[in-house]
């Protein structure tokens, strides 16, 4: 039982480059999030689906797209890759809205 | 706009002494808030949480308390211990699906 796992752990990107993070999870849990953490802050909500094929906007969403074509994942797309996406990318998941299951994060650079 | 802050970014304390982690929201709307530990190089991990409906919570040598009146949080750790050392993270239910994070505090236990 691995609980969430996200890939790549680690990476960098160029400017305009594209790149999807992956998030899977085996607790079969309907809710699923993206967050991004910045330096010394706390975490900025991205994306969020309640289930299969449902997506929703959070705080942040410009520069990035969802979809959630199954329960087990939800990936997260760059597809211009811009200084300002330099982050450490958490998915969480969630059976009920409260307590959500964090992923261990992927630190993505962008220069 | 309206968000959850914390009044102190680094707190340190001797091994053994109680901890307390405040934490201030501008909502007085807001229901439900939550409790989150993040170790160095991982997600946020759920500690407590607490509904607008009581005005204190124990867990394991933790306890939330809440101050509606002046819209007020605080975490307290009883016996701290060096695996205490995390950054700790008040998080405010907005609307049905989103949590809002705080800026988050860095505990640092002394031996």
């Known amino acids: 039982n691995a609980g969430v796992t996200q890939t790549p752990k680690f990476r960098i990107l160029k400017i305009g480059q594209s790149m999807t993070l992956q998030c899977t999870q085996d607790?079969?849990?309907?809710?699923m999030y993206w967050y991004r953490q910045d330096p010394g802050m706390g975490l900025k909500l991205i994306y969020y689906?309640?289930?299969?094929?449902?997506?929703d906007k959070g705080e942040v969403p410009n520069g990035y797209n969802v979809s959630r074509s199954t329960t087990e994942d939800f990936p997260l797309r760059l597809e211009l890759a811009a200084p300002s996406q330099t982050s450490v990318y958490f998915c969480?998941?969630?059976?009920?809205?409260?307590?959500?299951?964090f992923g261990p994060g992927t630190r993505l650079t962008v220069t | 706009g309206e968000s959850v802050g914390l009044h102190l970014p680094t707190l340190s304390v001797q091994e053994g002494d109680n901890s307390i982690i405040n934490c201030a929201y501008s909502n007085s709307a807001s229901d439900y808030f939550i409790w989150y530990k993040q170790e160095s190089g991982k997600g946020p991990q759920f500690i407590i949480d607490i509904r607008s409906n009581m005005d204190k919570r124990q867990g394991q040598r933790v306890t939330v308390l809440l101050n509606k009146t002046v819209k007020h949080l605080s975490l307290q750790i009883a016996a701290t211990q060096p695996g205490d050392s995390a950054v700790y993270f008040c998080?405010?239910?907005?609307?049905?699906?989103?949590?809002?994070f705080g800026q988050g505090t860095r505990l640092t236990i002394n031996p």
């Open positions: 998080a405010e239910l907005q609307g049905a699906q989103k949590l809002v």
């Open positions: 689906s309640v289930g299969a094929g449902i997506t």
């Open positions: 969480a998941v969630a059976e009920f809205l409260y307590e959500q299951y």
């Open positions: 607790m079969n849990h309907n809710y």
